[in-house]
């Protein structure tokens, strides 16, 4: 049995990535720089792969920034602003990706999504009526003869047509099937040219094969592919799905000319029911992802292994593979030097997972694997006792009562408290949280975990930030103030550090997109608070001015989310667990005073199952009231705020009301407002904030621009509803960008205030 990974992490094994291709962006090194930073990631994947024996190595599952983005420009599909810029080709796209602001010309940056159910995101391709899709560059068959040279062999990964054009955003009326012709012509080349390369294999990712399907979805698919493998010459193309099953088309699937399929036996509910159901050709290989590409715990070999043995029943030949790939885990357990062996031994990186596959496909060879000893191992390390057991946060989970999810008096009601209360003017106007991280705030933060500075020194210095953060508020003219969040290296990490249940690592980055990296804590036992997290830091902020400073938290659903969870117990119980941990911190903060409190839910829709059947039976039977749970049991005149970005919220949109916040800031400027449709035709009753500039790209909004996004709000929001604020947090952004852009923010809602009629 040989072994499969469906892709690999890029940005390195210490972001060397992120760090070249920042100092690129300042223009600290030169492209030939960039690009052997690049090179030495890609070799080192490979090899690294190689010396596990795995057999299907991938290539191009290398990005500079997003493989949606590659594909894009692979397919010559590259906006008109973009290339009248007259920037070299790494250049324009990094600038599709980031957006650009200079001498050349201004432009936004392209849409950004989430991928799937994942923290990862992707750059959102543009199709109109100029749009002519050819192919137009050559990083695949680069990237193999890069890897060729290396002396590895390889199966270029290509996203392939079908969930291009499911995820591609179309304008001046075009739709997918407009573009079959053209896109055919261009997949029929790029396999004709790997033909000439001697290529053995192809992986064709279609993750949006687990989506629901329609018969036209459908339908294109099948159509896509049978001009496609008509045409694949001595080249294998193998079918690539994850994150779900394909229940509406295996049956196309099956009888499609593919030399191998590989489906996702982890996440896909119903792939076990369908191959069993309809059996598997024995003409073709399966590539099975029994091995957990998304979370960081060891493999069951017992599990894995029965699973293979029953697998081998219905398909002649079966690769073992990852269930998706190991982008979404980090690198090596290497790297980490602090974690206790007891509690290291469950986890599996990338590279470690690599292991993993290897020793099952030997033991998969095996007569008796039961005697083997590094099965004997695995099987100890799955029953040994785990530590953070907590049976009075089990308790109190088990004793939460129906009141406890609901707020008095309705929102209604309250609206008019609130208004009273803080006597805002029209279009308030506030930030996400978060201020730009400066080298002293990362200086500060960095000596105190090193130890060289003691907690008292390290708060000094926290507390001197928000000082200057409230004054530099106050001179802008914000309405509602934040202490800029200089005390947290992440918005879940932090709070994970003063909650018992979780353990931390030093190094273990994931990329969420570009060159932003997060370090998502683990959820190893039973959740509580340990001690107020918050409070000392907004208590103190609010003392330093007359205007409302809102706390900031993260929400339950988002700390799950944004954690590698375990896989013990129910994603409600953790959510649960968390909610009553975050309930305790918004009481405390009431307590000191603080009348707006925001309990960030960035990531509510991440987890949200794929298949619309699975929503309420499965995540928001328990997500919205897990959020419930957190605010429950304030004061009407105190206001809650959430927050949502980089989703699709159309389609829960009522549910997101139902979370019973009074004010909600959403993502939306990178999404074009397309929110607005969904936030007017639901006539949503919460107060909302949707983002009037894109705080992921360097570029400073001008007022008019903000202003025009407002206008496009105020057709579809009542003007008592409406506040003004980035679309995100501004940690990543620098001073020098911040500061002017909110003073057009600032600027741009009080000329809408003054204008009356005459706007």
Not at 183 to 195: D, N
Not at 475 to 483: M, N, S, Y
């Amino acid at each position: 049995m040989n072994s499969a990974v469906i892709g690999f992490p890029r940005v390195g094994k210490l972001r060397e990535l992120k760090f070249a291709s920042e100092k690129y962006f300042r223009g600290e090194i030169s492209k030939t720089q960039l690009t052997e930073t690049a090179k030495k990631i890609k070799a080192e994947n490979w090899k690294c792969q190689k010396e596990q024996g795995i057999k299907y190595i991938s290539s191009n599952d290398f990005s500079y920034y997003d493989g949606m983005l590659d594909t894009a420009v692979l397919l010559g599909v590259v906006p008109e602003c973009y290339k009248n810029l007259n920037r070299d080709a790494l250049d324009t796209y990094f600038a599709m990706a980031r957006g650009y602001q200079g001498k050349e010309g201004d432009v936004p940056a392209l849409a950004m999504k989430k991928w799937f159910n994942t923290n990862y995101h992707y750059i959102e391709p543009e199709l109109g009526a100029d749009t002519k899709i050819r192919l137009a560059g050559t990083k695949p068959f680069d990237e193999y003869l890069e890897a060729q040279a290396e002396g590895i062999q390889t199966k270029p990964v290509l996203i392939g047509p079908f969930t291009f054009l499911k995820l591609a955003r179309y304008q001046d009326g075009k739709k997918a099937t407009d573009f079959v012709e053209d896109i055919c012509k261009a997949y029929r080349e790029a396999l004709t040219k790997l033909e000439k390369l001697n290529v053995e294999w192809v992986q064709m990712d279609e993750p949006a094969l687990v989506t629901d399907l329609t018969k036209e979805d459908i339908v294109l698919f099948e159509a896509l592919y049978k001009t496609l493998l008509s045409v694949k010459g001595t080249v294998k193309v193998l079918l690539q799905t994850y994150f779900g099953d394909v229940r509406d088309c295996y049956e196309n699937l099956i009888n499609l000319n593919f030399d191998g399929i590989g489906l996702d036996f982890l996440e896909g509910r119903k792939t076990w029911e369908l191959v069993q159901k309809y059996g598997f050709p024995k003409d073709k290989i399966l590539f099975a992802g029994l091995v957990n590409g998304k979370n960081i715990w060891k493999c069951d070999y017992e599990k894995v292994l029965s699973k293979l043995e029953e697998l081998k029943k219905n398909a002649k030949e079966i690769v073992l593979s990852t269930s998706c790939s190991l982008l979404h885990v980090p690198y090596t357990l290497k790297n980490e030097t602090k974690l206790a062996e007891e509690i290291k031994q469950h986890f599996s990186f990338a590279v470690e997972k690599l292991s993993e596959l290897h020793e099952l496909t030997v033991l998969a060879e095996c007569d008796d694997y039961g005697k083997e000893k590094e099965y004997v191992a695995n099987q100890r390390m799955i029953k040994s006792e785990r530590c953070y057991q907590d049976a009075g946060v089990r308790e109190a989970v088990t004793n939460l009562s129906e009141d406890v999810f609901v707020r008095i008096p309705e929102r209604n009601e309250r609206e008019k408290i609130q208004k009273k209360v803080f006597g805002l003017p029209l279009f308030p106007t506030t930030t996400i949280g978060s201020f730009p991280q400066t080298q002293e705030v990362k200086k500060n933060r960095s000596s105190y975990k090193k130890g060289e500075i003691d907690k008292s020194a390290y708060d000094k210095q926290n507390f001197g930030f928000i000082e200057e953060c409230i004054r530099q508020q106050e001179e802008i003219g914000l309405d509602v103030l934040v202490h800029g969040e200089y005390e947290r290296n992440d918005m879940v990490e932090f709070f994970g550090e003063n909650l018992a249940g979780y353990v931390f690592t030093e190094k273990a980055w994931v990329q969420s997109y570009g060159t932003r990296c997060v370090k998502p804590p683990i959820i190893f036992g039973d959740i509580k608070r340990i001690r107020p997290i918050t409070v000392e830091y907004s208590a103190y902020a609010q003392s330093l001015t007359d205007k409302p400073v809102k706390g900031m938290l993260t929400g339950p659903v988002t700390i799950l989310n944004w954690s590698f969870p375990r896989e013990d117990i129910s994603l409600k119980e953790m959510a649960y667990q968390i909610g009553i941990a975050i309930r305790e911190e918004v009481l405390d903060l009431e307590k000191a005073g603080i009348r707006i409190i925001q309990i960030d839910e960035a990531a509510l829709k991440e987890k949200l199952p794929i298949r619309k059947s699975d929503w309420y039976i499965e995540y928001l039977d328990w997500a919205i009231p897990a959020f419930r749970l957190c605010h429950s049991g304030v004061k009407p005149e105190t206001q809650i705020h959430t927050h949502m970005c980089y989703s699709e919220f159309d389609e829960i949109i009522r549910d997101i009301d139902n979370m019973d916040a009074d004010v909600i800031s959403f993502e939306a400027s990178r999404s074009k407002l397309t929110i607005l449709d969904a936030i007017q035709k639901s006539h949503f009753e919460t107060e909302v904030g949707p983002g009037v500039y894109d705080i992921h790209s360097p570029r400073i909004p001008s007022v008019e621009e903000i202003k025009d996004a407002l206008d496009k709000m105020l057709r579809k929001i009542p003007a008592e509803k409406l506040w003004v604020n980035p679309d995100c947090g501004l940690k990543t952004r620098g001073v020098a960008e911040t500061i002017p852009s909110l003073k057009n923010l600032v600027q741009a809602a009080e000329e809408l205030r003054n204008c009356g009629e005459n706007c």
